[in-house]
């Protein structure tokens, strides 16, 4: 139980008040756009960012990460508020369903944490969160149309299309210019200072040209300054209909936030070289959103780029994303009033650019280089999570990738990803071209086998392998002899593993790569972009006289 406790550690309190109070800075616009998306209200985003950023930070199992309302959550949360509102007739008559909905979420994700379900998150293959990824950012972008042209948007994608020609038709142009100048400063001030974040200056610049030049157009309008109101009392009024509404729903929330939350910790985990403990993160994620929903705020996860924000800035430990959260609530303490001035569209067009980052961008363009398998995969992801229902791409996504996968693998009997070096020979027994290597290479260079397919079952334990370099070594020999095929998961493993082995002046060295692997790595470029030409053998021995010719020190 005492690994579920939280543990305050002051070591680095310079760092994580400034990486925090920098997180804080960032998360307020996107707070508020998301809290308004969901259909309630700009304090919604706040209080979930709030009660959510300080609980997880306290009891997850990743100690530089902040959370708050994402986009893929306030996508879905807003769903729910359209479905309690169809079902009850009206927000207020449907709120319990809302607020019990979100508590829900909560309960699951710690349930989730306890059952160790955060062991198996990373066996999703790359294509499916790549098509997931990219519909949520589709969606976000779409359902801020209408309000960047100053219109109330529908819920339904379906309706945002059918009827676009109205919003088009009878277009507030005061609010595009306000959505345009929003977007315009967010993507140039970078070029002008990197310490300010962009976000927050759109924000305050767009909000107050439409104050002070009295320029019409829709705003936020007022809020409730102070603390968060109860609102838990309200599950007073749940009958057994309501409860059945909601079980659905909230797993679908439960294992989105799950997902969005242990990827960010993957990333925060490559920029600290620490190691994250998955089911605590669960745990914690699911505590912060159970009690923010007992104070109306909308559910969310652990936020990637306010999290690398958070660490960029000096971020380490968990005191970081608790300041965030205090900071929060300073502001809404004291500044709840101002809040309610700021324009939808500039809401809107902070939203547009997150729904563009969100965007596997990397991924679309390497569309035509990966296994067509994986393309397909991606686009049926993509489509229907946009038109269909998010729960059920990823779903389906699973089931193609793990049945064309077995397809693929029905004539492979060795499978996993192991490594060696011949310094240690005691975990494993060099081949036997390498019994005679040169003088010096023993001592220099790490020799990595590579057995068996390298697809997305794989890819943890191909993510582990800098894990067992030596601190001498300089140069790294990958054997793919036994890879007969990579897949997109496997083929981005690859490619960030070289990534880290370049950051670290390592060079890399591959022999005998077979076909398929070998037009894959030529597909993104890894060939000969980051490794070239000379250093890629289609033998071991010729590998060996390459060595023997030159200073593999200086490559």
């Known amino acids: 139980m005492k690994n579920f406790l939280p543990k305050i550690s002051f070591s680095n309190l310079k760092g994580d008040t400034f990486g925090g109070i920098t997180a804080g800075i960032v998360a307020l616009p996107l707070a508020l756009a998301f809290g308004v998306q969901s259909g309630l209200g700009a304090s919604a985003g706040i209080y979930g960012a709030i009660f959510l950023g300080i609980i997880a930070a306290l009891f997850g199992g990743t100690p530089s990460q902040i959370s708050g309302p994402t986009g893929p959550m306030t996508v879905v949360s807003a769903s729910i508020v359209g479905l309690a509102v169809s079902s009850a007739g009206s927000l207020e008559q449907g709120f319990v369903i809302v607020i019990g909905t979100f508590f829900l979420t909560g309960i699951f994700q710690i349930m989730f944490g306890i059952i160790k379900i955060g062991n198996y998150i990373k066996f999703i293959p790359y294509p499916v969160i790549s098509g997931f990824m990219s519909g949520i950012g589709v969606i976000i972008i779409l359902l801020q149309l209408y309000p960047f042209m100053g219109h109330v948007s529908p819920n339904a994608i379906t309706d945002v299309i059918y009827n676009i020609q109205k919003p088009v038709a009878e277009m507030n142009y005061s609010s595009l210019l306000l959505g345009l100048g929003t977007i315009v400063i967010i993507y140039i001030f970078p070029y002008i200072s990197k310490k300010i974040p962009g976000t927050l200056v759109a924000l305050l610049a767009m909000t107050l040209l439409a104050a002070f030049g009295n320029i019409e157009v829709p705003i936020i309008g007022s809020i409730p300054a102070g603390f968060p109101e109860f609102t838990g009392t309200a599950f007073a009024g749940l009958n057994i209909e309501m409860i059945g509404l909601m079980i659905m729903p909230a797993i679908t929330l439960a294992g989105l936030g799950a997902i969005d939350s242990l990827l960010t910790s993957v990333v925060a985990d490559n920029i600290t070289k620490t190691k994250h403990d998955s089911n605590k993160e669960l745990i914690g994620q699911g505590m912060g959103n159970a009690v923010a929903a007992l104070f109306g705020g909308i559910p969310g996860a652990g936020a990637t780029m306010r999290t690398v924000v958070n660490v960029r800035t000096g971020g380490r430990t968990q005191l970081s994303g608790a300041i965030h959260g205090v900071l929060l609530l300073v502001i809404m303490l004291g500044l709840g009033r101002y809040v309610s001035a700021i324009p939808l569209s500039v809401l809107a067009g902070v939203l547009i650019t997150v729904g563009i980052s969100i965007i596997d961008k990397k991924g679309l363009k390497d569309i035509l280089h990966i296994p067509k398998a994986d393309a397909v995969i991606m686009i049926i992801v993509l489509l229907m999570t946009v038109f269909v229902d998010l729960l059920q791409a990823v779903g389906l996504g699973m089931i193609i990738a793990s049945v064309l996968f077995m397809k693929k693998a029905s004539d492979l009997v060795d499978t996993g990803t192991e490594v060696t ?91 005998m790569i077979q076909p398929q692997p070998m037009y894959m790595l030529r597909g993104i470029n890894i060939i000969p972009g980051m490794v070239p030409e000379e250093k890629v053998f289609d033998d071991f021995d010729r590998c060996k006289e390459w060595f023997k010719e030159r200073s593999f020190a200086k490559g």
């Open 421 to 511: 070096s011949i310094s240690h020979k005691d975990h494993e027994l060099p081949w036997d071209d390498e019994c005679d290597v040169p003088p010096g290479m023993k001592e220099e260079v790490f020799i990595q086998h590579l057995n068996g397919p390298i697809f997305f079952g794989s890819v943890s334990k191909f993510q582990q392998m800098t894990s067992y370099l030596p601190e001498n070594v300089k140069v790294v020999v990958i054997r793919m002899k036994k890879v007969p095929y990579i897949d997109q998961s496997g083929l981005y493993a690859m490619e960030s593993y070289i990534h880290e082995l370049h950051s670290k002046g390592i060079k890399i060295v591959f022999t």
